[in-house]
């Protein structure tokens, strides 16, 4: 569960970039954020994931207050909540399939689970024919780049399914395109 109660982010310059934000997402539930450019969609993912902190109010993400938490456990924080960043969170030396695996890998998944759920998420985005491709400037690439990260990123919560996907200009099909992909992704 993420729970947002009267959640403010003001920067040093003055700018607010959420105030008085109020939210809830339960346990199970895949969300959208979308809005306007300066909306506070990033800012209010970065306060999920404890890159930022909150100026007042309370983030917290399965009932542990993330404000209050040691840098300690951030990492954990960040297994729990999977994000599909507007920019490049790839790793430019590795591989489009290693790019998708790495979260796989990295959660501790190793052997067959990881080179199946690495197949079927370039599949369901096209991507199978350039799985060996480094040029991540690639124009298939980019095409179908939001929907890998999504896959990677549901790879890294297995267990919980909770995504966060942030935009700046999300078109009326893609979220359906993109839910639908997900949907055959978990096999619903």
Do not use: C
Not at 28 to 48: E, M, N, Q, W, Y
Not at 121 to 141: H, I, M
């Amino acid at each position: 569960m993420i729970a947002l109660d009267d959640v403010s982010k003001r920067y040093p310059n003055g700018t607010f970039a959420l105030r008085d934000v109020d939210l809830r997402v339960d346990s199970g539930d895949f969300i959208f954020l979308v809005g306007a450019s300066g909306a506070g969609k990033s800012t209010l993912i970065r306060l999920l994931i404890r890159e930022e902190l909150a100026t007042t109010g309370r983030v917290v993400v399965d009932g542990e207050d993330v404000g209050r938490m040691p840098r300690s456990r951030v990492h954990r924080l960040r297994r729990k909540v999977g994000v599909v960043f507007q920019d490049f969170k790839l790793l430019p030396r590795k591989t489009v399939a290693e790019n998708v695996a790495f979260a796989l890998v990295v959660t501790g998944h190793e052997g067959r689970l990881v080179r199946e759920e690495t197949e079927r998420a370039l599949s369901l985005v096209g991507l199978t024919p350039r799985k060996f491709s480094k040029n991540l400037r690639d124009p298939a690439f980019m095409r179908a780049r939001h929907g890998a990260e999504g896959f990677a990123s549901l790879g890294r919560e297995m267990d919980q399914h909770r995504a966060a996907r942030t935009t700046a200009a999300v078109s009326a099909e893609s979220p359906h395109t993109f839910l639908t992909r997900v949907r055959d992704f978990l096999r619903l």
